[in-house]
């Protein structure tokens, strides 16, 4: 099946600095999205991205299919971004519908 | 919100015991996924229902089965508890064409 990496597994930051986080798939997929896990648990969409880039305020993303990797770039990080992000994969599964592999995630602590 | 609705949000129950677990899907979507995760670990895979059929099977014990309704509803039964399946169990709803997945706020099940 489908393998997913993100890296770095950790990250601690100042507020305001800047990171990437990477997501390293193993096969073509049809789907990929991130999420951001809040500390209180909570499943937060950010992006929907099978291919280009996306920015949604200080939150970016690229896919680049054809070479099995995704980005997240958090630019000017505030302590709200802490918590834990996860790239899923998705591609369509032989009962016609779609099938997700979760990475193990990368846990952002951003201080203050 | 993302519309996906899920109860209870936190349940504390004995070994031993069964318990029930319901999602209502986004207004529209006919797939319902159920994820587990146990603390501070990623998102396992259970079960996926495509308008009222199950369609994907992933680490889902015997222990555990799953049904979605008519309606679209789909509930999560639990039995046989143990302290090990203390977790945070997730719903997620998918609309048909672009597969996208939408999380429910999850329900928190502590076995004690």
């Known amino acids: 099946g489908i393998q997913v990496e993100q890296s770095p597994p950790d990250l601690i930051l100042q507020e305001g600095a800047n990171s990437t986080l990477r997501c390293n798939f193993s096969d073509s997929v049809n789907n990929l999205q991130w999420f951001h896990q809040n500390p209180w648990g909570q499943l937060i969409n950010l992006f929907y991205i099978p291919s280009g880039t996306k920015q949604n305020g200080r939150l970016s993303a690229t896919t680049v299919a054809t070479e099995r990797y995704s980005l997240l770039y958090i630019s000017s990080s505030q302590t709200t971004d802490s918590g834990v992000y996860f790239c899923?994969?998705?591609?369509?599964?032989?009962?016609?519908?779609?099938?997700?592999?979760f990475g193990t995630g990368t846990r952002l602590k951003v201080l203050a | 919100d993302s519309g996906v609705t899920q109860t209870p949000k936190h349940l504390i129950t004995a070994t031993g015991q069964r318990v029930t677990l319901r999602c209502s899907p986004r207004s529209g979507d006919l797939s319902v996924y159920w994820y587990q995760q146990s603390l501070d670990q990623g998102l396992q895979f259970l079960i996926q229902?495509?308008?009222?059929?199950?369609?994907a099977k992933g680490n889902i014990l015997e222990r555990f089965s799953a049904q979605q309704f008519p309606d679209l509803h789909s509930e999560l039964n639990l039995s046989s508890l143990e302290l090990g399946d203390s977790a945070l169990y997730f719903c997620?709803?998918?609309?048909?064409?672009?597969?996208?997945?939408?999380f429910g706020e999850g329900s928190r099940l502590t076995v004690l």
């Open positions: 997620a709803s998918s609309p048909e064409y672009t597969g996208e997945l939408f």
């Open positions: 899923a994969v998705g591609g369509v599964s032989t009962s016609g519908t779609y099938k997700y592999i």
């Open positions: 229902y495509y308008n009222g059929e199950e369609r």
